[in-house]
C-alpha cells in the first residue's frame, strides 16, 4: 500500500521556502544601510572625549626610616594626590600644628617644592609621620573623587576638623571664587 505523501511535501517545502527567505530578507536590510534620501538628518554625535591632564611627575618618596602612621598604600596615595591636585590640596587647612614649621596648607606636608610646570622636585617627609596630615588629605581625596569641588572639600573638611583644632590651623587661602 502506497500513501500519497506528495502534497504534505510539497507544503513543507513551501513553508520552509518562505521561512527561508523571510530570514534573508530581514538579515539584508538589517546589514545594508538606508539610503541617504531615507537616512535621519539628525546623526548621532560621538561623546567629546574628556581632555586627559597631564600627569606631574614626581621624584620616588624618600626611605624615612621609620614605619609610616597609616598603611604604605594609603600614605603613597595621599602623596600621589599631593602632587597631582595642588589646585585642590593648597587650599585645604591642615590641623597638627605643622604652621609653625612653616606650612600653609596641607599641600605642604607633602610637597616641599614644585618646579613652574608643577612638578614635584622634592617632597616634605611630614606627612610620613603625621596622622592627621594623612588623614586630611585622604579625606580631601575621596570627596574629590566623588565630584566635589575645592570649596566643597574645603568647607567640609573645616567643618570637621576647626572644632577642637583651630589652634594648629595652617593659615590657608580660601580658593578663588566660582
Known amino acids: 500500500m502506497k500513501m500519497r505523501r506528495q502534497p504534505f511535501t510539497i507544503l513543507l517545502g513551501i513553508a520552509g521556502l518562505a521561512l527561508v527567505t523571510t530570514v534573508a530578507l530581514a538579515a539584508s536590510q538589517v546589514a545594508s544601510p538606508?539610503?541617504?534620501a531615507q537616512a535621519s538628518s539628525v546623526k548621532?554625535?560621538?561623546p567629546s572625549p574628556k581632555p586627559q591632564a597631564v600627569r606631574k611627575t614626581t621624584p620616588p618618596l624618600p626611605a624615612v626610616g621609620f614605619a609610616p602612621v597609616r598603611p604604605m598604600e594609603i600614605v603613597r596615595a595621599t602623596y600621589?594626590?599631593?602632587?597631582?591636585?595642588?589646585?585642590?590640596?593648597q587650599y585645604v587647612p591642615c590641623y597638627c600644628g605643622c604652621g609653625a614649621d612653616g606650612h600653609k596648607a596641607n599641600d605642604s606636608c607633602f610637597v616641599a617644592k614644585r618646579d613652574p610646570k608643577g612638578n614635584v622636585l622634592e617632597w616634605d617627609t611630614h606627612g610620613f609621620g603625621c596622622t592627621i596630615c594623612v588623614d586630611v588629605a585622604r579625606e580631601a581625596m575621596q570627596l574629590y573623587s566623588s565630584g566635589a569641588d575645592v570649596h566643597s572639600i574645603r568647607a567640609a573638611i573645616e567643618k570637621k576638623w576647626t572644632p577642637g583644632?583651630?589652634?594648629g590651623k595652617t593659615p590657608t587661602p580660601f580658593p578663588p571664587k566660582k
Open 80 to 89: 600621589d594626590f599631593a602632587a597631582q591636585h595642588p589646585e585642590i590640596l
Open 44 to 46: 548621532p554625535q560621538a
Open 34 to 36: 538606508k539610503p541617504a
Open 165 to 167: 583644632n583651630a589652634a
